[in-house]
């Protein structure tokens, strides 16, 4: 089994070390995209380069992709393009939080983020045990200047939810800040739902029942398929 997660470099030991055995993990960058993701429009500014390596990465024989990003961008045509199963970190670490309690909170960066991050609840059909979305209040590209600070964050604002919004479990809602999920659950006392780990852990899933996106769910776009089927005929 061949997984690729899409995003930062550097990762791919790490994020190894959450698959089993005999599974095998690529990392890819796009080209173009924005440094960082702290709005909807560097989301959208995100989408065409994910978008046009994910069907790249199905050629070359991949079983799953993973985009990185927690805010789940450009995922449902992502899904039009390929046929392999494509894993949105948000909505799959939130679908893991819901089972593991009556009610969860998503621990962010930014307040620009907290809204889009409410909507991906609806979308993964979990909104009704949202409790909250509670952001840190530091930037991407600042999370790791000062460790320290950014977990003393992390923590103040996961007791708030615990305390103020009554969550039950808690999900990391950014990337960067996923690889301290342990280190605050830990500390605070009730489950942390790493979002790239539950991503992958759900790609290999997939992958080893045979699954993927259903294409009634997400077709192949007319005018593709169009220009597909002329390519077979000619």
Known sequence: MKLCYIGPAGRTEALQKFLSSGVALESRTTEGGPKSIESMWEEYLSIPGTMELAVQLEKEGFDAIIPGCVGDPGIDGIRELVT??????????????????????????????????????HTAGVASKLASVRSIGIPVLELNDDLERTFDHLVTTARQAIEQDRAEVLVIGCGTLSFRSEELQEAVGVPVVNPLRAALRMAELLVSSGLSHSKISYPTPPKLAAAQMELVNS
């Open 84 to 121: 392999i199963p494509v894993i949105g970190p948000g909505a799959t670490s939130m679908q893991v939080a819901a089972g593991l309690g009556h009610s969860f909170s998503v621990l962010t960066i930014l307040d620009s983020v907290i809204r889009p991050t409410e909507h991906l609840a």
